[in-house]
């Protein structure tokens, strides 16, 4: 069964610090991976995509990470602030039907 | 332009009843999928329609769900005979193509009492 496995499950940081959330998966064929950011109350908001041959990508102060050999990703976020304070959910794509397998989310609370 | 959109936002209601959620994709967009975010769990795959057929209804959870869409556009999920498993967040999605990037509306949350 294609699993998708977040972790921390919960993490609090202050303000201005770094973080980092991992992401291991077992989906299989892999098309692609992609985090999303999922305000309380909305609907999640894709942050970064990669395909197999890519292993990092950056938005803005966001950065993923992905070895496709180990099957796991990480999410960095840089000098954190209030607004970055949501659940960050990796998605990763099977070929067919693009159909996604999520994770559970790691819930961020950046406090001041 | 505008995103997806759901209505309703927040829908409660009685055990047994039946429910329609509805959806408006981004214009143009000409895949649409239904997702569940039950409290604590990922999201779970419910329904993905390619204009108005359905090529995967594998995640719909019995027979009590089904959905439609009609124009290309609009779609609404359905839900019968509700049970108070059936609370959850029922989110809407839709791409450019099958492998597009997938846009979210906000969600309906439905609470069966």
């Known amino acids: 069964k294609n699993q998708v496995e977040q972790s921390p499950q919960s993490l609090i940081i202050l303000e201005g610090k770094n973080c980092t959330l991992q992401c291991n998966y077992t989906v299989s064929p892999f098309s692609n991976l992609r985090w999303y950011k999922q305000d309380t109350g909305r609907g999640p908001v894709s942050l970064t995509i990669m395909t197999f041959s890519e292993n990092t990508k950056s938005n803005g102060r966001y950065t993923a990470t992905l070895d496709a050999d180990t099957k796991q990703s990480s999410l960095h976020i840089t000098a954190s602030q209030l607004s970055d304070s949501a659940s960050y959910i990796c998605?990763?794509?099977?070929?067919?039907?693009?159909?996604?397998?999520f994770g559970k989310g790691t819930m961020l609370l950046v406090s001041p | 332009g505008a995103g997806v959109s759901q209505s309703p936002s927040n829908k409660v209601t009685e055990k047994g009843k039946d429910v329609e959620l509805r959806c408006d994709p981004i214009s143009g967009h000409t895949a649409l999928y239904w997702y569940r975010q039950s409290l604590g769990q990922g999201l779970e795959f419910l329904i993905y329609?390619?204009?108005?057929?359905?090529?995967?209804k594998s995640g719909l959870p019995s027979d009590r769900f089904s959905a439609e869409r009609t124009g290309g556009s609009v779609s609404t999920l359905t839900i019968q005979r509700t049970q108070q498993e059936d609370s959850a967040v029922y989110l809407c999605?839709?791409?450019?193509?099958?492998?597009?990037?997938?846009?979210f509306g906000p969600g309906t949350r439905l609470t069966v009492t």
């Open positions: 998605v990763v794509s099977e070929d067919r039907y693009s159909t996604l397998t």
């Open positions: 999605a839709s791409s450019l193509g099958r492998s597009g990037e997938q846009y």
């Open positions: 329609f390619q204009g108005n057929s359905a090529p995967d």
